[in-house]
């Protein structure tokens, strides 16, 4: 019987297939969208063919594709084309960068920005419309704060959104006020949604446009597999599920999308999305909501009021009743569920939420998952391993917000229990990482550096060092533990004869290099389902 030839075999002296925590000689066959076998290069030889490709790497890293668990698809791609503010050290600064930006880009009717942290400005005041007015006086302006919570906007765009000082905040948002009760350009979690609408009314052809540049990016980073979490309902606008699928029928998806829509209580047009995505390629994995908001605007729910205003303890977006019931319902109808939960008090309704489904559902294996962890308490640790729920975490996030403004926030003794990836794992919680992009940019290898340094907002001081994790697992969870949270570990993550062939080759070795080299490592070779999508050598492959 004649040996079945490959497509292509990749070789190198390092090769982490994630099922040890080292890296070790090897050879892979890949044929179709599959690995066919794993070996010596000796014993791949019987695969080649003479149409077999054969790569040879050396001592570059081979290992899975970056499964990034928790980003917001075309919200990244619009940011992709929009000005990045992180770098700003003061509000003139960033009000330099995005006159640069609106000139250089006359053709964009809104002016969109991205990143930017007043934490970081010498004054570390927060803006207002009247400086973006200086700089663009008649062409509205949406700048979105790092943790994309709250956004910062000029006088044009509040008329395009019909908001003046009449206008009533929204149930779990707020519209910020000066003195005279005016609007002062500064919109907090859902009062940004009627500046979005506008802001996003994108064509069709600029939405296909905005889906290409990010495919690219993401095969570019070794980034194999994503999962589009619901973001909010503005942001449903770019939301288009069925570009996803023309371009998943025209061949060109080179990247899987797990797809997670609103969790709210509409349970049939859920049933009626899984049905329609269940594809290798596009596929609705389950539902997503928001507990709360974020440390930095006082909007994430605790259990103890903020350090630094008394009187406040954040709140949560639903009633704790209706969060409760929404998913009892949904786990029943076999859902998996992620909550956007940073506050230890939202940290604890979600879990308390997974457990009464579990009792009211009876147990089963759900994989609900709880997003970011920033300030858990203690004693609901254990209960991730308890109640089988993942906890998808963004490294990076620790560093992204200025250290001193998000201590004051909390008080040094809840401080003590922030970002506690270490003991998460070691309590038995399955980990799994992402970026959050377009919150942080889209290179995985910046979240593995920060986990595995704790390397603060200052670039010097290590946050927690007990909380630093190995290399090794690191990368795991951002390969097999996100396969894992959503059901895929048999089919994804590791580099294993019968697993689909995404896999990504670094330029170099990880395992060998200086910790501070890692988020500058570039990608040699992309391959998703067997195919090819990034070629260093050749940058993108032509179609």
């Not at 066919?36 to 030889?45: D, F, T």
């Not at 992620?338 to 009792?359: N, S, T, W």
């Not at 250290?403 to 998460?424: M, P, Q």
Request: proline share 4%.
């Amino acid at each position: 019987m004649s040996q079945q030839k490959a497509d292509m075999i990749i070789s190198s002296d390092v090769v982490f297939t994630g099922l040890t925590d080292q890296p070790e000689p090897a050879s892979i066959a890949i044929k179709d969208n599959k690995i066919v076998a794993i070996g010596s290069e000796k014993e791949m030889k019987h695969f080649a063919g003479e149409n077999t490709k054969i790569y040879q790497f050396n001592d570059q890293l081979i290992m899975p594709g970056f499964h990034d668990f928790h980003l917001h698809l075309m919200q990244g791609a619009v940011a992709l084309n929009g000005v990045d503010l992180f770098a700003a050290r003061s509000e003139e600064e960033a009000l330099e960068m995005i006159r640069k930006f609106a000139e250089a880009n006359p053709e964009n009717p809104w002016v969109i920005g991205f990143t930017w942290d007043a934490g970081y400005w010498d004054t570390q005041k927060l803006p207002t419309r009247h400086s973006l007015d200086r700089i663009l006086p008649d062409r509205p302006a949406l700048m979105f704060h790092a943790e994309m919570h709250y956004a910062w906007v000029n006088t044009k765009a509040l008329e395009i959104a019909n908001i003046n000082r009449h206008t009533e905040s929204p149930s779990f948002g707020r519209i910020g006020k000066d003195d005279d009760g005016e609007p002062n350009g500064l919109l907090y979690e859902g009062a940004t949604d009627a500046v979005i609408r506008h802001a996003y009314d994108f064509t069709k052809e600029q939405k296909k446009a905005l889906l290409t540049n990010f495919l690219t990016h993401a095969a570019s980073l070794g980034v194999t597999a994503v999962h589009d979490l619901f973001a909010s309902e503005s942001m449903n606008i770019i939301n288009d599920y069925g570009l996803f699928k023309e371009f998943e029928d025209k061949g060109d998806l080179t990247t899987r999308i797990h797809l997670w829509p609103v969790l709210n209580g509409d349970i049939e047009r859920a049933k009626q999305l899984r049905d329609t995505y269940q594809s290798d390629k596009l596929r609705v994995s389950g539902l997503k909501q928001f507990i709360d908001g974020v440390i930095t605007a006082r909007t994430a729910y605790l259990l103890e009021p903020y350090a630094d205003q008394p009187d406040s303890r954040g709140e949560t977006t639903f009633p704790a009743e209706t969060i409760k019931k929404w998913v009892a319902d949904a786990d029943k109808e076999g859902f998996s569920i992620r909550f956007h939960a940073i506050g230890d008090g939202a940290i604890r309704l979600a879990l308390d939420a997974y457990q009464e489904a579990q009792k009211v559902n009876g147990k089963r294996d759900s994989r609900h998952s709880v997003e970011h962890v920033e300030v858990i308490h203690p004693n609901d640790i254990p209960r991730f391993k308890e109640l089988g729920v993942t906890a998808s975490m963004q490294p990076d996030h620790f560093a992204m917000s200025e250290r001193g403004v998000y201590t004051d926030r909390i008080g040094s003794e809840r401080e003590k229990h922030v970002f506690s990836i270490n003991t998460l794992k070691k309590s038995g919680a399955n980990l799994a990482f992402g970026t959050d992009f377009p919150v942080d940019i889209l290179n995985p290898l910046l979240q593995i550096y920060r986990a595995v340094t704790r390397i603060d907002s200052s670039g010097k001081t290590v946050w927690h060092p007990h909380e630093r994790i190995a290399l090794a697992d690191a990368l795991k969870a951002y390969t097999s533990g996100s396969a894992y949270g959503t059901f895929r570990e048999h089919e994804l993550g590791t580099l294993e004869v019968g697993k689909l062939a995404d896999v990504v080759v670094l330029e170099r070795n990880l395992f060998e290099i200086p910790v501070e080299e890692i988020p500058d490592t570039k990608v040699q070779l992309t391959i998703v389902d067997g195919t090819v999508v990034y070629d260093h050598t050749k940058s993108l492959i032509e179609k």
